[in-house]
């Protein structure tokens, strides 16, 4: 009856304004971070969207100049976006280690230097009880006070039972609502968790990328004075009568020198296919010649064997009647001559 005294004589207009704004608190945090996610997409633009606005990005000088630009004009991330400044410290630690007696709350102060997920995930359970006790506390003690206020008051206030009834369908309609609600803020905290942990990612990323890229200039003029130095060596030691020149030819006339290359390769190769297919009958032509060759040096070898051994026999005076056969033959023969009259 106390509950049912209070729902009918107290609605939600006549609640003290600080409770009104604890149960606006999720509402109005949904609604901060909501902008906060626009706002970071807006500073955090895809990479479509910055190449179209800045399309003449053509090195790392202009690069780095165009973030440094793009840095002036948006100032410091951090402080720009809401939602890291959500994730500080709401006081100041060290206020909170030197006057400990102004914490509310049993919950260990010395994990708040380094928090944790498991740290933060106890804190977060302790206020949701403590906020729970605070919230029973408040609403006996308001009950109370009404009551009591109700039954004094001139003349009482009466409750029958149609009254209650009524009350107690409002009442189910309410608990319904309320449960709706609550699925949809726990949807809603799901979501927001997941948002988060995306833009976290993001930021490291984007943080990573603008590291690397602050140091991208630097590189690239190194490399810039690296090719310079080495075209500069290749101009100098260019000479047209060194054989060793064709190494030092710039792209196109290595690319031409290849090309002709290439073509007196496959001529050498097409060469040599022909002349394997005419190697099997080179080949038994040179075993043939081969054995000729070898009856001829057989012949020779006697050939120079019978000249030595004529040769001794008229050195020693011998005569084997060649000699005296050959005079024969040539007085034949200058006979026959004078009897034809050549």
């Known amino acids: 009856s106390r509950r049912l005294v209070i729902s009918r004589r107290d609605s939600p207009r006549d609640w003290p304004e600080s409770i009104v704004d604890a149960l606006r608190g999720p509402a109005i945090c949904y609604a901060n971070i909501s902008q906060q996610t626009t706002a970071l997409h807006q500073v955090l633009p895809t990479n479509n969207h910055f190449r179209k606005r800045h399309p003449k990005m053509s090195n790392g000088s202009d690069s780095f100049s165009e973030l440094q630009q793009l840095a002036q004009d948006q100032g410091d991330l951090k402080k720009q976006l809401a939602i890291i400044r959500i994730s500080e410290p709401i006081s100041d630690v060290g206020d909170l280690i030197a006057?400990?007696?102004?914490?509310?709350?049993?919950?260990?102060?010395?994990?708040?230097?380094?928090?944790?997920?498991?740290?933060?995930?106890?804190?977060?359970t302790h206020y949701k009880e403590l906020f729970s006790k605070l919230r029973?506390?408040?609403?006996?003690?308001?009950?109370?006070?009404?009551?009591?206020?109700?039954?004094?008051?001139?003349?009482?206030?009466?409750?029958?039972h149609n009254e209650n009834v009524e009350l107690e369908t409002q009442l189910a309609?309410?608990?319904?609502?309320l449960k709706s609600r609550k699925e949809e803020a726990r949807l809603m905290i799901e979501e927001m968790e997941r948002i988060g942990r995306d833009l976290a990612s993001r930021y490291k990323n984007v943080e990573v990328q603008l590291t690397q890229l602050s140091t991208l200039p630097e590189s690239i003029e190194n490399l810039e004075s690296t090719i310079a130095g080495l075209k500069a060596k290749q101009v100098a030691g260019m000479d047209t009568s060194d054989p060793r020149s064709s190494q030092n030819l710039p792209l196109p006339a290595?690319?031409?020198?290849?090309?002709?290359?290439?073509?007196?390769?496959?001529?050498l190769n097409r060469q040599i296919a022909a002349v394997q297919s005419t190697l099997p009958r080179k080949t038994?032509?040179?075993?043939?010649?081969?054995?000729e060759c070898s009856v001829l040096e057989r012949r020779k070898a006697e050939a120079i064997a019978?000249?030595?051994?004529?040769?001794?026999?008229?050195?020693?005076g011998e005569s084997d009647g060649l000699e005296e056969m050959g005079r024969w033959y040539r007085g034949a023969e200058e006979t026959l001559k004078e009897m034809v009259g050549v």
């Open 99 to 124: 006057s400990p007696s102004k914490r509310g709350s049993d919950v260990s102060l010395s994990n708040l230097n380094d928090p944790t997920p498991a740290v933060l995930e106890a804190d977060l």
């Open 136 to 160: 029973f506390s408040y609403l006996e003690q308001v009950t109370k006070e009404k009551f009591l206020r109700a039954i004094v008051g001139d003349p009482p206030l009466v409750v029958g």
């Open 173 to 177: 309609d309410v608990k319904a609502e």
């Open 254 to 267: 290595t690319v031409s020198l290849l090309a002709e290359r290439e073509a007196k390769l496959a001529a």
């Open 284 to 291: 038994r032509e040179a075993e043939a010649i081969e054995r």
């Open 306 to 316: 019978q000249a030595q051994e004529a040769q001794r026999k008229k050195q020693q």
